[in-house]
């Protein structure tokens, strides 16, 4: 009898067990086919099913790079170290007048003085890392405008002229006054309209503002110090309103300049959501117990009261990026990620375990020749810069093109998750392809070894946003923590490959 029993409580649980296992899946393939949409170009690499087979480079790069993150060693066999390289920093650096273990880590103490070396060998920059060479030739660089025809009324909006002035190499101009303007409206311009945006897997509001401008608003959820829960994929990670914001300044000061401009505002949920809000989504709305105003809108993740979002009392921060020019005007081509994560519990993307992956992709167009594979390099930097491993598919405006135009880094709300966590996996276009665009080194080196440290820089320019602090201290300290990672990984491959210019490409932009 007791037997009989147990033999029965086990077949039950496994089948609620298998049960849910299946729920998860059919979970899932929603996502993947909502993030999707778009026919691919590389339908060979929809080929995801994998043996369950580790990387065999991505586990040596993590052994070579990371340990060497942890306990501070440096290359003692470097060659090229010479010029102006400082002693190598052993262990934990000790504050001499606190006598504390100083909170730098060993990676953003370590001197690059070789790659610096290298690119005044080059002729590219002089040892300040200044530029000394004028003569390259500019690429064409027209704008929507131009290429259109269309020119901006007198009275044209901040939203209007950013459109227009979108061109072929970047999205805006820097230093940039539309811009400004631009950020300046989209948090003070008077809303006049607002709808759920159909189709995301979380709630998103289209805003229209008096001047007839758009925005996409993304509400806030949860307060800073909220870090991704350690069980969440990434693809169930909640977006987060001010990673919108600073990934928009991080692309700025890296000198992209290929993410539309976000900014932050304090929204009224009763004058600026409620009074506005129709039909299912106005079902939504509830006062919680704490007499808070909160609703939770209609979408497939996380809207429901326990995940609803809450005013204090009913004044609510959201991040507001502006709308693309429309799509019947200035057509976009979305492009699927090589890269791309397999958005599936336990499949692996071919790259994580194929070590010769670049090669394939090297070989497909329009990664086989131009500048979108250096591109993606850039776009794996950025994404690792701030954790973000969402990145399935990308986009370009077509009236530039399908080749020779940059891709827009749309879409970071999850990024910005975990501080104290370096997702090495997110570089693996620049781990499998060992080649890096010059002026994006360029940069990433001047940042690492001048005064002006990225975490710096990004602490000034976020301080302008109306909801600072952006980005807590943890967060802007890991941008010069995974800058010195970068530049390890750099490093690595120039000493693997036979002539420094494979690695170290100058392709114009
Ligand atoms: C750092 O760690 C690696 C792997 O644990 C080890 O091989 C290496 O000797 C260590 N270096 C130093 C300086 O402790
Ligand atoms: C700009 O001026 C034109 C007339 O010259 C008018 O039709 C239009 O509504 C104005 N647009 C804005 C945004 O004020
Ligand atoms: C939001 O708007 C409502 C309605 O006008 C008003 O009663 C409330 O005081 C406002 N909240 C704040 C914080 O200003
Ligand atoms: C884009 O690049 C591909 C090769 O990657 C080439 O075949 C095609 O002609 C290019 N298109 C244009 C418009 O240059």
Not at 155 to 181: C, Q, W
Request: contains cysteine; charged residues 25%.
């Amino acid at each position: 009898m007791k037997l009989k029993e147990r033999v029965v409580v086990g077949i039950l649980s496994t089948l609620v067990f298998l049960t849910v296992v299946l729920v998860l899946n059919i979970e899932v393939v929603q996502v993947s086919q909502n993030g999707g949409g778009s026919p691919s170009s590389l339908g060979f690499l929809e080929n995801l099913v994998a043996p369950d087979a580790r990387s065999g480079a991505m586990v040596a790069f993590r052994k070579r790079v990371l340990q060497k993150s942890l306990n501070g060693s440096r290359e003692a066999s470097d060659p090229k170290s010479g010029a102006g390289a400082q002693p190598p920093v052993l262990g934990s650096p000790i504050d001499p007048v606190t006598n504390e273990i100083a909170s730098v880590d060993p990676v953003v103490a370590e001197d690059f003085g070789d790659l610096v070396n290298l690119l005044v060998v080059k002729g590219a920059v002089d040892r300040k890392l200044r530029p000394v060479k004028f003569t390259k030739k500019k690429k064409p660089n027209p704008t929507v405008s131009e290429v259109l025809g269309f020119k901006a009324r007198k009275n044209a909006t901040s939203f209007e002229r950013f459109h227009l002035g979108i061109s072929r190499m970047e999205m805006y101009k820097e230093p940039d006054s539309i811009v400004d303007k631009l950020l300046h409206d989209m948090t003070t311009d008077e809303i006049v309209h607002m709808e759920q945006k159909d189709g995301g897997t979380q709630l998103k509001l289209m805003i229209d503002y008096a001047s007839g401008g758009q925005a996409m608003m993304k509400p806030m959820r949860f307060p800073r110090d909220r870090e991704t829960l350690p069980d969440h994929f990434y693809f169930t990670d909640f977006e987060r309103h001010n990673a919108e914001i600073a990934a928009f300044h991080l692309d700025r000061a890296l000198g992209f300049r290929r993410t539309p401009p976000v900014v932050g505002r304090l929204l009224n949920i009763t004058t600026e959501i409620y009074a506005f809000a129709k039909g299912e989504l106005l079902k939504t709305f509830f006062v919680s117990p704490a007499g808070n105003l909160c609703f939770h809108g209609k979408c497939s993740y996380y809207c429901d009261t326990s995940h609803a979002i809450c005013g204090h009392p009913d004044m609510l921060e959201g991040s507001f990026a502006v709308f693309l020019p429309p799509k019947n005007v200035v057509p976009r081509k979305p492009w699927r990620h090589p890269w791309r994560r397999s958005y599936h519990k336990r499949k692996k993307a071919q790259w994580e375990w194929d070590d010769s992956y670049c090669e394939v992709v090297k070989e497909t167009p329009p990664y086989d020749m131009g500048r979108r594979l250096l591109d993606l390099v850039d776009m794996a930097i950025f994404d690792f810069l701030m954790g973000n491993m969402d990145r399935h598919h990308y986009e370009t405006f077509l009236v530039f093109g399908t080749n020779d135009t940059f891709p827009i880094h749309l879409d970071n709300g999850r990024a910005f998750g975990k501080a104290n966590h370096d997702e090495v996996s997110i570089l693996a276009p620049l781990v499998q392809c060992c080649q890096v665009r010059q002026s994006t080194l360029i940069t990433l080196l001047r940042f690492h070894q001048g005064e002006n440290k990225l975490s710096k820089v990004m602490w000034k320019s976020l301080n302008e946003d109306p909801l600072k602090p952006i980005l807590l201290e943890p967060h802007l300290l890991a941008l010069d923590r995974r800058i010195g990672i970068i530049l390890r990984t750099v490093r690595e491959c120039v000493q693997e490959a036979s002539r420094t210019e494979l690695v170290i490409v100058d392709d114009g932009v």
